[in-house]
């Protein structure tokens, strides 16, 4: 101690002043280069003994702001925490109603394939039936189109699926980049911290740092990091919300189309139906009318014939009394009353016998038209039934098959899928 103060005496002696090295302020500062060595350097004596006798208001505002910069550099670090923090969440609730939106539009496209897989039943059964001409049958029409169209709306359901899993991958990616950024953030506050509230003369202040990191980047190229990133999330949620609602207005309009041509085919059906039990019906009657026709066709030809055979009788004894009359001797054989009533009599009998063989003839050639209409009739009734039991069949399955009645959901009023995000939670190291 001695010897430095005569080292001190001695510099006061010889006239010569010690001056501290220049200090470059935060303009000049460089971060990505070493300090070039100066020809000339103090050494720490020196250093220590000039600023012992010096005014410390003579350092640089650079060096006395230090603990300013750290402040404002902890607050801005902070703010873009925040920035990050709340960007985080954004695509939490993103990547959350995306999940919500592919739960939905999987089912929505299971149930057009279980339902297209329905129709395609139902049109090989329509078609199953043998005349070509029901090809033209407004049932048939619709039930293609309905296949048609359900085969079209899951086409594009899973094309919009393989869109919905593409933007949930880039939100997963920019989410799990807003963690490591997060993270980082939180170390530098920390560390920032520790600068800020550092004291020479604790225990933790003789611990030995961890090894320093050489690689520095520059501060635009942190500022342009951070707002790359929260402008890229920014962009993302942006474009993923407008398409789920783009989304969701699709499955809407598809569902009120399948609804619409559902409504449409089973009016179809129904109209069909009714037409074919109307004909149904009006068979059966007609049918019941041909059967009195030919019960009564069938009473009259049997009365028909018990009158010929009477009359046929009655001719027979007529000529067999006449042929007695005319064995009568010389002139009792004359034309008397007897024989000239015999004679008209078996007159009127033939005539009316081959009348009534004539009406005969009539009636039983109505009573073969009438079974053969009747043999059509009935044939129209079994060929209606078949129809009637087809369309029925493709009624029920029609009916067998509901579509979901909350297809477009209100994603609101759902519970957030985020059990897959919690792993890196940022929601406590915010705090």
């Not at 560390?191 to 635009?220: D, M, N, Q, W």
């Not at 069909?272 to 009006?282: R, W």
Request: net charge neutral.
């Amino acid at each position: 101690m001695w010897k430095n103060h005569a080292e001190e005496d001695n510099l006061q002696k010889s006239g010569s002043k010690l001056t501290l090295p220049a200090l470059f302020d935060s303009k000049s500062l460089p971060f990505n280069r070493a300090q070039p060595q100066r020809d000339q350097t103090l050494k720490m004596d020196d250093l220590f003994f000039s600023m012992w006798g010096s005014n410390i208001s003579q350092v640089p505002l650079a060096i006395h702001n230090t603990m300013g910069h750290l402040k404002s550099r902890h607050i801005e670090v902070s703010h873009w925490q925040a920035y990050i923090f709340e960007a985080i969440q954004q695509v939490e609730r993103e990547i959350a109603c995306l999940e919500q939106m592919k739960e939905m539009a999987e089912r929505c496209l299971q149930e057009r394939r279980l339902y297209s897989q329905l129709m395609r039943d139902c049109v090989a059964l329509s078609s199953g039936l043998c005349s070509a001409g029901l090809r033209q049958d407004q049932v048939f029409i619709k039930l293609k189109k309905e296949e048609q169209l359900s085969n079209e709306s899951g086409e594009v359901l899973q094309k919009k699926i393989f869109i919905l899993l593409d933007k949930l991958s880039s939100l997963k990616t920019i989410h799990s980049q807003l963690l490591m950024d997060f993270q980082d953030k939180v170390e530098a506050i920390k560390l920032t911290g520790r600068c800020i509230t550092f004291e020479e003369e604790t225990p933790c202040s003789r611990l030995l740092p961890a090894p320093v990191k050489s690689i520095h980047v520059s501060y635009e190229e942190w500022l342009s990091h951070c707002q790359s990133l929260k402008l890229t999330t920014d962009n993302l949620v942006k474009d993923s919300s407008s398409w789920r609602g783009n989304l969701q207005f699709l499955l809407a309009n598809q569902k009120n189309s399948h609804e619409r041509q559902r409504c449409s085919t089973g009016e179809s059906l129904r109209r069909k139906i009714h037409d074919l039990t109307k004909i149904n019906d009006k068979l059966n009657m007609e049918r019941q009318s041909i059967n009195h026709e030919i019960s009564d066709l069938t009473k009259s030809a049997q009365r028909l014939a018990n009158y010929i055979h009477n009359c046929e009788c009655r001719l027979h004894q007529t000529t067999h009394l006449l042929d007695f009359l005319n064995q009568r001797p010389r002139f009792e054989l004359c034309l008397d009353h007897p024989h000239n009533y015999l004679t008209l009599e078996r007159h009127d009998l033939a005539a009316m016998v081959a009348g009534l063989q004539l009406v005969l003839q009539r009636s039983q050639q109505n009573l073969g038209m009438a079974r053969r209409h009747l043999a059509f009739v009935e044939d129209q009734l079994a060929r209606n039934a078949q129809t009637l039991e087809v369309v029925q069949r493709c009624q029920n399955f029609h009916q067998s098959f509901r579509l979901a009645v909350d297809t477009a959901v209100v994603l609101s009023n759902k519970p957030r899928l985020c059990g897959s995000l919690d792993s890196s939670n940022p929601h406590t190291d915010l705090q």
